[in-house]
């Protein structure tokens, strides 16, 4: 995992970079181009009458839908350049390789990272509609953790969670998917002046209690052969209750979906655990 961060946020600097370059050269280029789309304007308003060979080029090149296609394109790109960097962000706030103690940080920050990273696999395909994620945000207070871990408990459990819904999809029928779509429900909150709590919930097929008794046992997975490896889970646990000094539980049943439960000390000296 050390050298997967190492790998993006080596990435994500150098994208930064050349696309910051492009962003930051968008608004002067959307600039010159009005200024330029005016000046034509102006020179046609006071001279209306052309010769053949300027109009035929204008006809050619479609001047009038050029001009105004022309600043479309450029707002498009800079938006496009905003989901880069936003992406870009998102992938080093995920990684946090920089950071090898722990520090006070966002928690809902850390989730939102992780669902963009995850957002090719929540849009609708071909065979399903897209899955539904539902924030309930309580008010947090900044949490003393090690947030590079900790962004992978997130990426592990909503990961699991879409597995499970994409699995739940393939048995259902048309009328089915309709009824009842896939949906992700994060909710947080404040126990008390010393703990807060994540909980990450979906609607898919559930976890049988033969197996949930021993979810986050190393090696162990629910998945087909090929498709997991059964160490998600245990480091998680591991991440959670050990690095955190926190509690990771698991409630489901059959056909009832699946809740992860995460408590963690809002501070890591409460939990017992110094840097």
Known sequence: MSALGSLVAGVAHEINNPINFIHGNISYLSEYVLDLVNF??????????????????????DL???QEDLLKILTSMKLGTDRIRQIVLSLRNFARIDEVDSKEVDIHEGIDSTLLILQHRLKAHHHRAAIEV???????????????????????????????????HTKQISQDLEAHPGKITISTSKLDSLWVQIEISDNGPGIPDSARERIFDPFFTTKSVGKGTGMGMSISHQVITEKHGGRLYCDSRPDAGATFIIQIPITQQLAGIED
């Open 40 to 61: 034509v304007k102006l020179y046609q308003h006071y001279y209306p009458e052309s010769i053949p060979e300027i109009d035929t080029k204008a006809e050619e090149i």
């Open 64 to 66: 009038n839908f050029l």
């Open 134 to 168: 539902v924030r309930e945000y309580g008010q947090l207070p900044w949490v003393q953790c090690y947030p590079g871990p900790l962004n992978q408990v997130w990426m592990n459990i909503l990961a699991n969670a879409v597995d499970a819904l994409e699995d739940a």
